[in-house]
């Protein structure tokens, strides 16, 4: 959304602050705690939406943020770690998330990919990283056969056994049950295709899914069920356990849940990061669950942010040279940029929470 048509109030270290009844996407909260962004992106044309992070292997001081213009006359788009935009591929039909996997094979090469939903073409669109060709033969069709499509949310699954590929895609709605479907992305007479492997994942009804992330080392899948929690399910599409294994950040959400982002501190540590998207605030979890129950998670943080109303999020903690060495996380905002956190700054807001 562009403006926000309600008062919300987002709480800070000082006292309350509040915007207008009509806030548009520019007049942020200024409030003194908030976490401010260390690089905002070019603009976009129409629409910011979703961020993915490519880290790129020979140098990742070049890395590049990947993130979606949503609308009918829709792109990607490439972000330099300053911002600036290095390449805009156009002509895509409302692309609403976006995800990257690493090493896909590809007429006998390992190529990485950006994977982005196509929602008014009803497909998931498949490009070469860093150069954002097309290699999908047009896209592959989602949800086949189904009453309910427009796929929004997306998050590729690599599984650390035989580095298989699996997309998860979501929609604007769909039924109480198998509301997820996954696809196996495969290589077929040089480009990607994609087969449904599972049907999975409940939906509460009560508005949509659109944010989902995926935590390869740990095989977890996590989707945000909007203005209800954070589901967690088995990421392989394989695993004899299909039920559901937690539904957590349940409470303290202004308006949607929405992106998803996960920090790694260590094999099987970090942080989940979800957005309070009424708030403009990031709610964190530790990504290793509680103690003696990997599936129960206890807020850790609330952190205001200066990114308005995020809808997509990632973060990675790979070095990024030397204005970012303990990685990044990366929220979009509604005045059609994406904002960059040094995630320093991230870890010192969730040290002082917990210090609270």
Same mark, same amino acid.
């Given at each position: ?72 006359d829709g792109a990607l788009y490439a972000f330099d770690l300053t911002g600036k935009i290095v390449k805009r591929v156009g002509g895509i039909q409302r692309p609403n998330n976006v995800d990257i996997a690493y ?46 499509? /427009?796929?929004? #949310? +997306? =998050?590729? &699954? ?6 298989r590929i699996f997309a998860i895609v979501g929609r604007k709605t769909g039924p109480q049950d198998n509301y997820l479907w996954q696809y196996e992305l495969k290589p077929s007479n040089g480009a990607v295709t ?61 308006? /949607?849940?929405? #992106? +998803? =982002?996960? &920090? ?93």
């Amino acid at each position: 959304m562009n403006k926000l048509k309600t008062l919300f109030f987002a709480s800070c270290a000082t006292g309350l602050c509040a915007t207008s009844l009509d806030v548009y996407a520019d007049q942020n909260v200024a409030c003194t705690d908030t976490l401010q962004a260390t690089v905002i992106t070019e603009h976009v044309r129409h629409d910011s939406d979703d961020p993915a992070i490519w880290i790129n292997p020979a140098d990742a001081g070049k890395s590049l943020i990947i993130g979606t213009d949503k609308d009918k006359d829709g792109a990607l788009y490439a972000f330099d770690l300053t911002g600036k935009i290095v390449k805009r591929v156009g002509g895509i039909q409302r692309p609403n998330n976006v995800d990257i996997a690493y090493g896909f094979e590809l007429n006998g090469k390992k190529v990485d990919i950006a994977v982005t939903t196509e929602r008014n073409a009803n497909k998931i669109r498949v490009f070469s990283l860093p150069d954002l060709q097309p290699i999908d033969n047009g896209g592959i069709e989602v949800f086949v056969g189904e009453q309910d499509r /427009d796929p929004m #949310g +997306i =998050a590729l &699954y690599t599984r650390p056994s035989d580095q298989r590929i699996f997309a998860i895609v979501g929609r604007k709605t769909g039924p109480q049950d198998n509301y997820l479907w996954q696809y196996e992305l495969k290589p077929s007479n040089g480009a990607v295709t994609g087969t449904v492997v599972r049907k999975f994942g409940r939906y509460s009804g009560k508005k949509e899914i659109e944010a989902i992330a995926v935590d390869n080392e740990l095989g977890y899948v996590y989707y945000s069920d909007e203005q209800t929690g954070v589901r967690k399910y088995l990421a392989d599409p394989d695993a004899k356990d299909n039920s559901e294994l937690a539904l957590f950040a349940q409470t303290g959400f202004s308006v /949607d849940h929405e #992106g +998803i =982002a996960i &920090y790694k501190t260590g094999d099987k540590t970090g942080y989940i990061l979800v957005s309070n998207q009424g708030s403009q605030r990031f709610m964190v979890y530790p990504r290793e669950g509680s103690a003696g129950n990997p599936h129960r998670y206890e807020l850790l943080a609330e952190i205001p942010v200066s990114a308005m109303e995020t809808d997509g999020a990632d973060a990675t903690q790979v070095s990024l040279g030397p204005q970012f060495p303990k990685g990044i996380f990366v929220a979009m905002s509604t005045d059609r940029t994406f904002h960059v956190y040094d995630w320093r700054s991230v870890e010192e807001k969730i040290r002082a929470a917990s210090q609270q």
